[in-house]
């Protein structure tokens, strides 16, 4: 599969909407995309993130409640 046909459905979200998806200031996502923790692309001065890269983000970082040190 082509990058053009990964990205030809693609929906981008800019970080004020990650911001309010995920409940977090812009501040706390732009750390996200500069650490490499949440991949983004870059237009000009601004960043976009993929809609799928936020979903991924939250199921990889959701918490069930156990103690892994109980």
Do not use: C, I
């Amino acid at each position: 599969m082509s990058a053009e046909q990964n990205f030809s459905n693609a929906k981008f979200l800019t970080v004020a909407e990650v911001a309010e998806v995920m409940r977090v200031s812009k501040m706390t996502v732009y750390r996200l995309v500069h650490s490499g923790e949440m991949p983004a692309v870059r237009f000009g001065r601004s960043y976009r993130v993929p809609e799928r890269a936020v979903e991924q983000y939250l199921k990889g970082a959701v918490v069930d409640g156990h103690s892994e040190t109980a």
